[in-house]
């Protein structure tokens, strides 16, 4: 039994707060804190249970970080507000000695450039405080990295080729709207792509790869090739794959809006001058654009996400594919979330679980496929994640 500390009340900060309330075998002690006190107030009115607290703090600031900290004292915490804040949070677990998780890497404020090298450089500073920094443990990154492990370790002596498919085949009706955080999601996809192809990076300009995929139970989808975090923890990990993609698919009429958007310096992160002031219009166009927590009354359809994967076992060529559908009407009558939502929270608290139970033990810095997959693979279906394989069928992604 151990007291929980999640921060950020968004979309997935909902979910994750409910999906711990479900579980209070390891979570004893529940305490939901982020900028804005009403959006957490209003999660643990939602909810009803006694058991979650709701505190504000500004995860920029490290001294409310650790006041916050030290005054309820978590065993873990979570965090889920944007990648902006991930160094200060870690700053603060590590002066408090708490574990750490995460859903996103380190993004700073005024590049749109994830790496994991800063959060990776923590890892003695984590070991010799005795504690356990756990990384992208959402879908994906998160459940991609598990799923990979997995196929790894029962599937493959050696695996080559690695494409992650992320589909979203949902309709919630707005003319333009993104499921996490619009600013986080709009500087992903506008930066160039990347792959990863015999031992280096390969890069495209944004969108420039596409093709369609096919999608269990949803049909074909034309898929963009982007560059996303886990990939790289991916090579890294598992250094015989020789190369490694990640696809997405988007709208014909999303990616239209978003190109105007682009085109007149709405995504922009360099800051324009406005009636005297200086202001990021991305900053701005987040501000009047549907929040991702508010997406999932109403929405239709399905998401479709997994990893295929081609590689040798027993000397012989093997194929596998892993993946997961999640319904939005599903995921808004379970959690009243989005599918993206909830495919996010639901794996950060499993992960939380595997902390907390001890089934994942480390101290220093690691990413979900460093430790073994089988515990955290058998607790998705039974949080509303069911998963489905298929062995030695030809692969969608190279048809
Ligand atoms: P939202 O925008 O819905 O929520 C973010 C929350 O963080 C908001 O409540 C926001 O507060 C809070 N926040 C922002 N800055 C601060 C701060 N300085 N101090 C305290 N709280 C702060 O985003 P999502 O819930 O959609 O996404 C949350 C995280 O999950 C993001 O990092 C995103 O990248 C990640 N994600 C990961 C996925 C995966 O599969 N791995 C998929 C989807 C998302 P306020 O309301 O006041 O702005």
């Not at 269990?216 to 975090?229: A, D, F, R, V």
């Not at 109403?298 to 997961?324: A, F, H, L, V």
Request: glycine share 8%; aromatic share 12%.
């Amino acid at each position: 039994m151990s007291k929980v500390l999640i921060i950020g009340a968004g979309g997935v900060g909902n979910v994750v707060t409910r999906k711990c309330v479900s579980n209070p075998e390891i979570f004893s002690e529940i305490m939901l804190a982020s900028r804005t006190l009403e959006k957490c107030e209003k999660i643990a009115t939602d909810i009803g249970s006694n058991r979650v607290k709701t505190a504000k703090v500004d995860a920029d600031n490290l001294g409310e970080l650790v006041f916050l900290i030290d005054k309820f004292n978590p065993k873990l915490v979570i965090n889920v507000a944007l990648p902006y804040q991930d160094l200060t949070i870690m700053e603060a677990c590590l002066k408090t000695k708490t574990h750490y998780l995460d859903t996103a890497n380190y993004e700073p404020k005024d590049e749109a450039k994830f790496e994991y090298k800063w959060q990776w450089a923590y890892h003695d500073k984590f070991k010799n405080a005795g504690i356990l920094a756990l990384l992208g443990c959402g879908f994906d990154p998160g459940v991609t990295g598990v799923f990979t492990a997995y196929a790894s370790k029962h599937y493959f002596d050696k695996m080559h080729y690695l494409d992650i498919v992320d589909c979203n085949a949902g309709d919630h009706g707005k003319f333009f709207a993104t499921n996490f955080n619009p600013e986080i999601n709009i500087r992903e996809i506008t930066q160039n792509g990347r792959y990863w192809e015999n031992g280096k990076w390969i890069e495209t300009k944004p969108m420039e790869i596409h093709k369609p995929i096919e999608y269990p139970g949803i049909g074909k989808k034309e898929s963009y090739l982007l560059y996303h975090e886990e990939l790289e923890s991916l090579v890294k990990n598992f250094p015989e794959i020789r190369r490694a993609r990640f696809w997405m698919t988007f709208g014909e009429s999303y990616l239209t809006a978003l190109n105007v958007l682009q085109e007149v310096g709405m995504t922009s992160i360099k800051p324009v001058k406005f009636k005297g002031i200086d202001i990021i219009p991305l900053e701005f166009l987040k501000s009047i654009l549907p929040e991702p927590s508010n997406l999932g009354e109403g929405y239709k359809g399905q998401t479709s996400i997994g990893c295929q994967i081609r590689g040798i076992k027993d000397g012989k060529e093997r194929t596998y594919y892993i993946w997961n559908n999640c319904e939005h009407e599903k995921a808004y009558n379970d959690s009243k979330a989005q599918a993206v939502s909830f495919t996010t929270g639901v794996p950060a608290m499993i992960g939380s679980m595997m902390i907390l139970s001890g089934k994942w033990n480390g101290k220093g810095v690691y990413n979900v496929e460093q430790f073994d997959p089988d515990p955290f693979m058998k607790e998705l279906p039974k949080y509303g994640l069911p998963w489905h394989e298929q062995i030695d069928q030809p692969l969608p992604v190279e048809k």
